[in-house]
């Protein structure tokens, strides 16, 4: 209980919460945003704590998604179709990103809507074989781009209900 007393009761709690949520699939920096201003920080540090949080996985995520993938249908074959879901949507995300290649990336990971995101970005550029080097820099600069674009949504919305 002490934890999440420190993680709710000041700002570096706060902070460390807000990048704790944006490391989540599927939330990532969406929802991390708002929540870290619901938490009391200010637009632009709930930002950079949701852009610090949801870029830590993704090269962890182009290195190793494949291992993992293959790992868990040896050892897992439960979460087979698990697996074969998560390849299809990265085969399916990647026809749309190959065409621009890392700048497509780094549009695909930039547009804030379900689907998208670092987490996705990140699994098409290993299926796509992207090179660590060159995934690494689209992937964060998307990232950037849907943390301002969610901030000023966040803070539009926060002016108008207050």
Partial sequence: ????????????????????VAMVPIIELRGAIPFGVAL???PGTAMLASILGNVIPLPF????IRRIFLWMRRRLPKLNSLV???????????AKVTRYKYLGLTIFVAIPLP?????????????????LRKAVPALFS???IAGCVVTFLTYVVQ???L
């Fill in 1 to 20: 209980m002490e934890l999440l007393e420190w993680l709710t009761a000041n700002q570096g709690g706060e902070f460390v919460f807000t990048m704790l």
């Fill in 40 to 42: 009391g920080l200010s």
């Fill in 61 to 64: 995520i182009v290195v190793y």
């Fill in 84 to 94: 074969d879901k998560m390849e299809k949507k990265a085969h399916l995300k990647g």
């Fill in 115 to 131: 689907g998208t995101g670092g987490w996705t970005g990140a699994l098409v550029a290993a299926f796509l074989d992207m090179p």
């Fill in 142 to 144: 998307g990232v950037a």
């Fill in 159 to 161: 002016v108008t209900i």
